[in-house]
């Protein structure tokens, strides 16, 4: 089975801190993605990336950034975390079989 | 732009029961549709893929169904069991470009024992 794998399952972070949420996968995958899942809302796309180096904003980038330097390791950054930015995140890694997600990381922003 | 929708947003059924969750997409133009399942507070677990070639798929007691050409989908769950109760989401793939998902909000389904 393909794994993606968040780093955290749970963080506590202050209103100000930058904040980096890793992510993994442990195939040779190019298009990984991270979201947020809030009530109501559903899940939204942050960002893409659909190789090393390359990133796409996807409907609600702002306050965030995305890093890949290499192809199974996709990071998001909070670069000065907010209380509204409390929500579950979720990275997934993509192929032609479907999306995969990772257990995503439950973040509070106090 | 490419919307989903789920309806409705939540539904409890008497165990035993066969149901169907929808999903609906405005932009037939799909590579495929995915359904998933999320229990509270955790990751989403794929149940069903559907290729935008195929009609359906079959996985245990659960069904999927495509009619690309109305923009629907169905899952439908026979004999439901109160372990089936969870968040079900439908997501697509879009065909142009660098592809991404589009997700529903979700079916918050509980089956009373």
């Known amino acids: 089975d393909v794994k993606v794998t968040q780093s955290s399952r749970y963080l506590v972070k202050r209103t100000g801190e930058k904040v980096f949420l890793e992510c993994v996968q442990d195939?040779?995958?190019?298009?990984m993605f991270w979201y947020r899942q809030d009530p109501g809302l559903g899940l939204r796309l942050i960002y893409f990336?659909?190789?090393?180096?390359?990133?796409e904003k996807g409907d609600i980038p702002e306050g965030y950034s995305v890093s890949r330097e290499k192809k199974e390791r996709f990071s998001l950054i909070l670069e000065s975390a907010s209380t509204n930015q409390t929500s579950m995140y979720l990275c997934a890694r993509g192929t032609a079989n479907g999306v995969v997600f990772g257990q995503g990381t439950r973040l509070t922003v106090v | 732009k490419q919307e989903v929708t789920q309806i409705p947003a939540a539904l409890s059924v008497p165990e035993g029961e066969n149901l169907v969750l929808n999903c609906s997409f405005t932009d037939s133009a799909i590579y495929n549709l995915q359904w998933f399942r999320q229990d509270p507070g955790k990751g989403l677990t794929s149940l069903l893929l559907i290729q935008s070639s195929q009609r359906e798929q079959t996985s245990g007691r659960l069904n999927a169904s495509l009619d690309k050409s109305s923009g629907r989908s169905t899952l439908y769950i026979a004999a439901s069991q109160p372990g089936d109760s969870a968040t079900y989401l439908c997501?697509?793939?879009?065909?142009?470009?660098?592809?991404?998902?589009?997700f529903g909000t979700g079916t918050r389904l509980k089956v009373l024992a």
């Open positions: 990336s659909y190789d090393v180096k390359m990133k």
């Open positions: 997501a697509v793939r879009t065909t142009s470009g660098t592809y991404k998902y589009i």
């Open positions: 195939m040779d995958h190019e298009n």
